[in-house]
Structure formats: C-alpha cells, structure tokens
C-alpha cells in the first residue's frame, strides 16, 4: 500500500489503536486520538507514566492501526517513533506542539492557560510517527 495513501486515510480518521512491544516482545496496544502533519508525521499525545512510553523508549517500533466506521477498511502504519521532551513548563516546546496537536482535532481550547498547565501536570509527550511501511484495506 502506497503510504501517502494511508495518512490520507489516517487524516480522515482520527481515532486509531497504538502498538508497542514490551519488553517480552508482546504487544502492547493503546487506544489513541492522532494527527497527522502536512509533513506526514503522525503525532500522538500519550504521558510519560505509561506502558507505551516506557516501551517506546526501550524499542521504538511502533504501529499505528486505524480503522473505518465501517470496520472493513483499516490501514497500518509502521515506523519507529521519536518522543518529545516530557512537558516541563507552560511555554517549552513541547507544550507548544501539543497545542498545535489540540487544535488541529478539536479547535480553541476554552482555557489556554489551564490548559498548558495540565500538560505539564500529566507529563505529557509527543510522540511523532514518521511511516516507513503501510498495508490495508481501502474502500474501492
């Protein structure tokens, strides 16, 4: 599958399932909400307290599944992932891709401010995705 094709697909469909590998080799999977960047990174909020961070950074393969409504169609994209700096302040870089992620899916934020705290509150980090396979099914 061409993977042009697949992030256009993956622009249209917000909603998708992250997986990682443990340190056993086992899957690990995330339901997740991403976006994808006019450079054709997927970008993915996740915090630095969880499985898939600490997975990410022992083995930074990841895959990214996203499936249609309708279930049949789906693609996957693979690639090693690269992770931001955890939020450290308000105003850090990191904090100002995550706003630019929220905007992105859901627009203004009613509270810039509150908001950036609770980024730095949760730990949060970027996780950028830059595809290097694709397979699926696309509708005809």
């Known amino acids: 599958m061409d993977t042009d094709a697949a992030l256009a697909f993956a622009r249209d469909h917000r909603n998708g399932v992250l997986i990682t590998l443990k340190r056993d080799g ?4 995330s339901n997740i909400v991403h976006t ?3 450079d054709g990174r997927v970008r993915i909020s996740i915090t630095a ?13 990841a895959s990214l599944h996203v499936n249609a409504d309708d279930f049949w169609s789906y693609v996957v994209l693979e690639g090693d992932a690269e992770l931001s700096p955890v939020a450290a302040a308000p105003d850090d870089a ?8 929220y905007r992105a899916v859901q627009g203004e934020h009613p509270d810039w401010d509150d908001y950036r705290r609770a980024m730095v509150a949760d730990r949060r980090v970027v996780l950028s ?12």
Not at 53 to 58: E, Q
């Open 49 to 61: 307290d969880r499985a898939k961070y600490r997975n990410l950074l022992r083995d930074p393969r």
């Open 94 to 101: 990191t904090v100002e891709e995550l706003v630019e992620m």
């Open 129 to 140: 995705l830059r595809p290097t396979h694709a397979y699926g099914m696309l509708p005809s």
């Open 26 to 29: 086992r899957p690990q999977s």
């Open 36 to 38: 994808v960047s006019d």
